[in-house]
């Protein structure tokens, strides 16, 4: 490749140090398996599984036929008032993997989408059964919902809404996050301290009267924050206390579906069922782009009333139910079953912990959290600069060891593939240990 064009300003990359990519671009233009190939043919291993997408690894030979396949026939078509096959095959697909009770999909292209689509959805469920004072929506600090005005307003990421500060949608609360070093550090999976935090959201029903609020919207597992495991029974006291005031539960399980947490969906390993739940990325093993909103029942028949030629949800994307991306879709959720993916996935969990929790006696280290194939090794802020100790792990793996390795600040998160080598995992982790060891 052209390095002027490497180099080249043109691409404002997201959530991205642009200035600093700049300098030195990491580029990649192949990827096979577990393997990312950079446009200098470097061979890179990806202990994120793309962006928490991938878990599959990369051009998966199945996906990538079935991709082919679909583009040459039925490229697009429509997809107000007129449907294509795949969408209609997919939505049986998923909602046949969900909890029982959520029968009804909505295709989106995205997580973010999802999330908005989530949050409309509730809205009008509400005044569709004469609640129309129910339009309060209930987030939780640290949670990341995607950067539209929907998600950013419900999300509680400081850094993704401070510049919109005054913009975000009205009628918005949180509820505290779970996260206590004191109580909680180094804990392997689920800690057993903080069910008691659920209790906020009772806080805000005092505040605000039940009857007015919609909808609240959590991570099974908060991710992009650095990976926060709720504590036990906590998602069972947020679905009393929803149930108690007749708030909808939205679980944002863009990251937790699909294997992440060895079940299709993580309401299915927690054994609590949210109204709602809002999917992306493994949906397609994040070969297109596409999310899912999946709603009980009773909340589609809510909107089925009024003249039958009527639209019933004024909402909807040029892409939902893309063909291309709907069999991709299809051909990932065959792949997971043919190779026993989440089975896999479960098998790897104990051997990932174990990697993880090596580094608790680092001297950089300050908490190591894990649950499923998520987790995070937290380490301190350096004086005066905190992310750049994260951000030079990043890309000293990149660089100088072939590892590409997520930090969001300094916290180094890992989303491994489902179906990962346990050998490939442990040279990955002794690299990162030989890389902390030499930063400062
Ligand atoms: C829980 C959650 N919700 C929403 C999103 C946003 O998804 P997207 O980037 O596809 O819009 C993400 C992305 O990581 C996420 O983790």
Same mark, same amino acid.
């Given at each position: 490749?052209? #390095?002027?064009?490497?180099?080249?300003?043109?691409?404002?990359?997201?959530?991205?140090?642009? =200035?600093?990519?700049?300098?030195?671009?990491?580029?990649?233009?192949?990827?096979?398996?577990?393997?990312?190939?950079?446009?200098?043919?470097?061979?890179?291993?990806?202990?994120?599984?793309?962006?928490?997408?991938?878990?599959?690894?990369?051009?998966?030979?199945?996906?990538?036929?079935?991709?082919?396949?679909?583009?040459?026939?039925?490229?697009?078509?429509?997809?107000?008032?007129?449907?294509?096959? =795949?969408?209609?095959?997919?939505?049986?697909?998923?909602?046949?993997?969900?909890?029982?009770?959520?029968?009804?999909?909505?295709?989106?292209?995205?997580?973010?989408?999802?999330?908005?689509?989530?949050?409309?959805?509730?809205?009008?469920?509400?005044?569709? =059964?004469? +609640?129309?004072?129910?339009?309060?929506?209930?987030?939780?600090?640290? @949670?990341?919902?995607?950067?539209?005005?929907?998600?950013?307003?419900?999300?509680?990421? /400081?850094?993704?809404?401070?510049?919109?500060?005054?913009?975000?949608?009205?009628? /918005?609360?949180? $509820?505290?996050?779970?996260?206590?070093? *004191?109580?909680? #550090?180094?804990?392997?999976?689920?800690?057993?301290?903080?069910?008691?935090?659920?209790?906020?959201?009772? =806080?805000?029903?005092?505040?605000?009267?039940?009857?007015?609020? %919609?909808?609240?919207?959590?991570?099974?597992?908060?991710?992009?924050?650095?990976?926060?495991?709720?504590?036990?029974?906590?998602?069972?006291?947020?679905? *009393?206390?929803?149930?108690?005031?007749?708030?909808?539960?939205?679980?944002?399980?863009?990251?937790? @579906?699909?294997?992440?947490? %060895?079940?299709?969906?993580?309401?299915?390993?927690?054994? /609590?069922?949210?109204? &709602? $739940?809002?999917? %992306?990325?493994?949906?397609?093993?994040?070969?297109?782009?596409?999310? @899912?909103?999946?709603?009980?029942?009773?909340?589609?028949?809510?909107?089925?009333?009024?003249? *039958?030629?009527?639209? +019933?949800?004024?909402?909807?994307?040029?892409?939902?139910?893309?063909?291309?991306?709907?069999?991709?879709?299809?051909?990932?959720?065959?792949?997971?079953?043919?190779?026993?993916?989440?089975?896999?996935?479960?098998?790897?969990?104990?051997?990932? +912990?174990?990697?993880?929790?090596?580094?608790?006696?680092?001297?950089?280290? &300050?908490?190591?959290?894990?649950?499923?194939?998520?987790?995070?090794?937290?380490?301190?802020?350096?004086?005066?600069?905190?992310?750049?100790?994260?951000?030079?792990?990043?890309?000293?793996?990149?660089?100088?060891?072939?590892?590409? /390795?997520?930090?969001?600040?300094?916290?180094?998160?890992?989303?491994?593939?489902?179906?990962?080598?346990?050998?490939?995992?442990?040279?990955?982790?002794?690299?990162?240990?030989?890389?902390?060891?030499?930063?400062?």
């Amino acid at each position: 490749m052209n #390095a002027a064009i490497e180099k080249s300003p043109a691409y404002w990359l997201p959530f991205t140090a642009n =200035r600093d990519f700049r300098k030195k671009p990491r580029v990649i233009s192949g990827a096979s398996g577990h393997y990312y190939t950079t446009v200098g043919g470097a061979k890179l291993y990806d202990t994120f599984s793309g962006l928490w997408t991938s878990g599959l690894g990369h051009c998966h030979p199945k996906i990538v036929e079935a991709v082919q396949q679909q583009v040459a026939k039925l490229d697009y078509c429509m997809g107000f008032q007129v449907t294509n096959d =795949r969408a209609l095959e997919l939505a049986e697909r998923v909602t046949g993997m969900a909890p029982k009770a959520l029968t009804h999909c909505f295709f989106t292209n995205s997580g973010s989408e999802s999330v908005d689509t989530a949050l409309k959805i509730a809205l009008g469920y509400h005044r569709a =059964r004469g +609640e129309g004072n129910r339009t309060r929506l209930i987030g939780r600090e640290r @949670a990341y919902h995607g950067v539209n005005f929907g998600g950013m307003s419900v999300g509680g990421i /400081v850094p993704n809404r401070k510049v919109f500060s005054a913009n975000l949608i009205p009628g /918005v609360d949180h $509820i505290r996050h779970t996260h206590d070093l *004191e109580h909680n #550090a180094f804990t392997r999976g689920l800690p057993a301290w903080g069910a008691h935090l659920a209790d906020d959201l009772e =806080r805000l029903c005092g505040l605000h009267d039940g009857s007015n609020i %919609a909808a609240v919207i959590v991570e099974p597992v908060a991710g992009s924050t650095g990976v926060l495991p709720p504590p036990v029974g906590y998602l069972e006291r947020l679905r *009393e206390i929803c149930d108690r005031h007749g708030i909808l539960l939205i679980f944002d399980e863009v990251i937790a @579906a699909f294997g992440r947490l %060895a079940k299709p969906f993580g309401a299915q390993r927690f054994g /609590v069922t949210p109204d &709602i $739940i809002t999917t %992306a990325k493994g949906l397609t093993n994040g070969v297109m782009p596409m999310g @899912a909103v999946l709603v009980r029942d009773d909340i589609y028949d809510a909107f089925m009333q009024g003249p *039958e030629y009527m639209i +019933e949800l004024f909402h909807g994307y040029t892409y939902s139910g893309h063909p291309v991306a709907a069999s991709a879709g299809l051909a990932t959720m065959q792949v997971y079953d043919d190779e026993g993916t989440f089975e896999q996935a479960a098998a790897l969990e104990q051997h990932f +912990e174990d990697l993880l929790h090596s580094f608790a006696d680092h001297k950089h280290v &300050i908490d190591v959290r894990n649950f499923g194939l998520m987790g995070c090794i937290e380490m301190a802020p350096r004086d005066g600069a905190p992310g750049a100790r994260g951000a030079e792990v990043h890309k000293k793996c990149f660089w100088e060891e072939n590892l590409v /390795v997520r930090n969001g600040m300094d916290g180094l998160q890992f989303s491994p593939f489902l179906n990962s080598d346990p050998d490939e995992m442990t040279r990955s982790f002794e690299t990162i240990r030989r890389v902390i060891d030499t930063i400062e």
